[in-house]
């Protein structure tokens, strides 16, 4: 497995070793030991897996603490873009994102740290799975609107897909966050 630091270190891209023949293919996408290792030391709480149809944006979501969830993605089924946004107050990349595509193809996974929200665009009919470091909780789900203009993410897309509730989120600069950076490590 390969560990790939991004432009704001604590999110991480992973790339699995996968073993192929004429058969198929097999891969470790989780192994706590590995991810600690590469500092990922989180239990995970939940598994989630999602379905989106082509053009479907979902996001930009987080929970607020003490609920906030770490998310381990993988794409599954078909290619999305996926897209984590740090709501950390104080961080020196606070309002910046870091963009990757997932895929079945690729087979890559995205590592988003609590603190952070997270959007993905279906870029064709497209399942996900991932693991979280926390369970739902309905009452700190919180979101801000996906085409903010403080945070910019340069969606390959003029009109997605929303949800209701997508379309109401409020910009960043009304959004109720309580995520602080720590520059101590976990």
């Known amino acids: ?5 991004t432009h704001i270190p604590d999110v991480i891209i992973i790339e699995p070793s996968v073993f192929e023949d004429e058969r198929g293919f ?3 996408f989780y ?3 590995v991810f600690s290792e590469n500092g990922i030391a989180y239990e ?4 989630n897996h999602s379905y989106s149809k082509k053009g479907v944006l979902r996001g930009i ?4 603490e003490p609920h906030s969830q770490g998310k381990l993605v993988r794409c599954i089924r078909g290619r999305v873009l996926d897209v984590a946004v740090d709501l950390r107050i104080g961080s020196p990349w606070f309002k910046k994102y870091v963009a990757v ?4 193809e690729n087979k890559k996974m995205i590592w988003i740290p609590p603190g952070f929200g997270h959007a993905f665009l279906a870029l064709e009919d497209s399942e996900i799975i991932y693991k979280v470091t926390q369970i739902y909780n309905p009452s ?3 979101g801000i609107r996906w085409n903010d203009p403080e945070i910019s993410i340069d969606w390959p897309i003029e009109n997605p897909i929303l949800s209701q509730k997508d379309k109401n989120f409020p910009f960043l600069k009304d959004a ?4 602080f950076y720590s520059s101590e490590p976990k």
């Open 1 to 5: 497995m390969k560990f790939i630091k």
């Open 44 to 47: 995970f709480k939940q598994d």
């Open 61 to 64: 979501h987080y929970q607020l």
């Open 176 to 179: 109720e966050i309580n995520f």
């Open 26 to 28: 097999f891969m470790e």
């Open 140 to 142: 700190a789900e919180r």
């Open 101 to 104: 595509e997932l895929s079945a």
């Open 31 to 33: 192994r706590k030991d």
